[in-house]
């Protein structure tokens, strides 16, 4: 099975703060993905990488940033974060063959105050 | 108009009732089709991947039609445990999902 796993389960951090989302997959895929969960929106894509040290913007990069040194670990950070980024954080990762689905980590809840 | 679209529910199922609910995609380019599970406050977990000829899994039956663009989901001899919100999810070109905003099911005794 694959296994996704993130940091935290549940992450309060203050407004201003650098926040620091890990995630670490262990089934060697080369994408790696990072949603945000809200109500009434869905899902939807922040960033993701196809590959180490490789990154692309998703549909709602503004205020993220990630890294990808290794290719089992995608970090999400939020330069300094604000109370809009209150959200679910969901980790992602799917092997190159694009006809795979992606498998996801158990999220972060996130709490910005 | 969204890429991907639901009806958000609930669908209120009486226990032992078959229920069947679809997903809309606009881009006729897309190429694969999932519909995952997820439960309250926990992570999307897929239910089964969505074939051109249609595809059952135990309860669940998949089917996609692509001159329509739709796929739908059927679930038959519904529990209690499959109350859950179901996620349409639909990859166009490379390796990006896109998600629709989920079908809440509620299965009642």
């Known amino acids: 099975d694959v296994k996704v796993t993130q940091s935290s389960r549940y992450l309060v951090k203050r407004t201003g703060e650098k926040v620091f989302l890990e995630c670490v997959q262990d089934m060697d895929h080369e994408n790696m993905f990072w949603y945000r969960q809200d109500p009434g929106l869905g899902l939807r894509l922040i960033y993701f990488?196809?590959?180490?040290?490789?990154?692309e913007k998703g549909d709602i990069p503004e205020g993220y940033s990630v890294s990808r040194e290794k290719k089992e670990r995608f970090s999400l950070i939020l330069e300094s974060a604000s109370t809009n980024q209150t959200s679910m954080y969901l980790c992602?990762?799917?092997?190159?063959?694009?006809?795979?689905?992606?498998?996801f980590g158990d999220g972060t809840r996130l709490s910005i105050l | 108009r969204k890429e991907v679209e639901q009806d958000p529910g609930p669908f209120n199922v009486p226990e032992g009732a078959t229920v069947a609910f679809n997903c809309t995609y606009s881009?006729?380019?897309?190429?694969?089709f999932f519909w995952y599970r997820q439960d309250c406050r926990k992570e999307p977990k897929l239910l089964m991947s969505v074939y051109s000829s249609g595809n059952e899994d135990g309860r669940f039956t998949a089917q996609l039609n692509r001159a329509s663009q739709y796929i739908s989901l059927l679930i038959r001899d519904s529990k209690l445990s499959d109350s859950a919100t179901y996620l349409c999810v639909v990859r166009a070109a490379g390796n990006k999902l896109t998600f629709g905003g989920g079908t809440r099911v509620l299965v009642k005794p």
């Open positions: 992602a990762s799917s092997p190159t063959r694009s006809n795979q689905p992606q498998h």
């Open positions: 990488s196809y590959d180490v040290k490789m990154k």
């Open positions: 881009n006729s380019a897309s190429q694969s």
